[in-house]
C-alpha cells in the first residue's frame, strides 16, 4: 500500500481532516508521515511607505511553525514516524500546488493527502484552488479530502469524500 505519505497542512479545518485521514493511512499501513506547510508570502504589488515584508514572512514562519508542531503531536499521539517540513514559495517564480509537487518527489511519496473546499463556479474563479491545480500537476496518487463533510469536527472519523488520481 502507501508507505510514504504526504500531507499538505496550513491550520485550516479541511486540512485538519486532511491531516487525520493521513494519520489514519499511515498508521493502517506502518508507514511515514510528512506534514508539510508551505509558506507563501505575498508579493506586494503597490509600493507602501515603511512597508517590510519580513513582518509577513515571519508571521507566516510562525503559523507554520505552531502547525507542524500541532501535526508532530497528533503523529506521536498516533504512533506515527516522520518528520513535519516547512518550505517557502518563491513569491515570483513558484505557487502552492508546485511546492508541493517539488516536496512530494524529494520525499518520494507514494501518495499526496490534501484538503479541498470544493468551491465551485464565481469562488473557484476568484479564489483559485491549490488542490484542484497540484491534483493537475501531480504525478503520484492524490486523495482529496472534502470539506463537505464539516458536520463533524477534524480527529471524528467521518467518511470523507474522496478523489484519488492514479498518474497516467
Given at each position: 500500500m502507501y508507505h510514504r505519505i504526504l500531507v499538505a497542512v496550513?491550520?485550516?479545518e479541511t486540512s485538519l481532516r486532511a491531516l487525520d485521514e493521513a494519520l489514519q493511512l499511515a498508521h493502517d499501513a506502518?508507514?511515514?508521515?510528512?506534514?508539510?506547510?508551505?509558506?507563501?508570502?505575498?508579493?506586494?504589488?503597490?509600493?507602501?511607505?515603511?512597508?517590510?515584508p519580513t513582518y509577513v514572512r515571519n508571521a507566516l514562519i510562525e503559523?507554520?511553525?505552531?502547525?507542524?508542531d500541532d501535526a508532530m503531536t497528533r503523529m506521536r499521539r498516533a504512533g506515527v514516524a516522520g518528520t513535519p517540513r516547512i518550505v517557502e514559495a518563491d513569491p515570483?517564480?513558484?505557487?502552492?500546488?508546485?511546492?508541493?509537487?517539488?516536496?512530494?518527489?524529494?520525499?518520494?511519496?507514494?501518495?499526496?493527502?490534501?484538503?479541498?473546499?470544493?468551491?465551485?463556479g464565481f469562488q473557484r474563479m476568484v479564489l483559485g484552488s491549490v488542490a484542484e491545480r497540484f491534483l493537475r500537476i501531480a504525478q503520484c496518487p492524490v486523495l482529496m479530502i472534502s470539506a463537505h463533510c464539516a458536520g463533524s469536527p477534524a480527529g471524528k472519523a467521518t467518511p470523507p469524500s474522496e478523489t484519488v488520481k492514479e498518474p497516467s
Open positions: 496550513d491550520g485550516s506502518g508507514g511515514q508521515l510528512q506534514p508539510l506547510f508551505v509558506v507563501d508570502v505575498p508579493v506586494m504589488a503597490y509600493d507602501v511607505p515603511a512597508y517590510d503559523e507554520a511553525t505552531q502547525v507542524t515570483v517564480a513558484d505557487d502552492v500546488a508546485h511546492c508541493i509537487q517539488r516536496a512530494a518527489a524529494d520525499f518520494k511519496a507514494d501518495v499526496v493527502v490534501i484538503g479541498t473546499h470544493g468551491r465551485r
